[in-house]
């Protein structure tokens, strides 16, 4: 993990209500815009599902990982955001 440019990752968190195929659907439009998963953290709290990621998007676009990501919100009703590496550190001061 440490050889790849903080700039060429991303943390995505996605939160909602538990139901079957949130990763899979997640996992699956990162496959399909070159997205690799580097890292994932999934927990089910309560009937309330969190799931953090850390991707690498050195052969991605991330406006267009990002507009698919904002589709897939809606599809499956839960939150999403994805943040650059490099700002997520620095907004949470990791």
Request: glycine share 8%; hydrophobic share 50%; proline share 0%.
């Amino acid at each position: 993990l440490a050889t790849q440019a903080a700039s060429d990752r991303a943390i995505i968190s996605v939160l909602g209500a538990d139901r079957s195929g949130i990763v899979a659907a997640v996992a699956t439009l990162l496959a399909e815009r070159n997205v690799n998963i580097l890292d994932i953290s999934q927990t089910i709290l309560q009937g309330m599902f969190t799931m953090t990621m850390l991707v690498d998007l050195a052969g991605a676009d991330f406006s267009v990982v990002h507009d698919g990501l904002e589709k897939l919100r809606g599809e499956l009703g839960v939150q999403v955001t994805i943040q650059r590496e490099d700002v997520f550190k620095f907004m949470y001061r990791l």
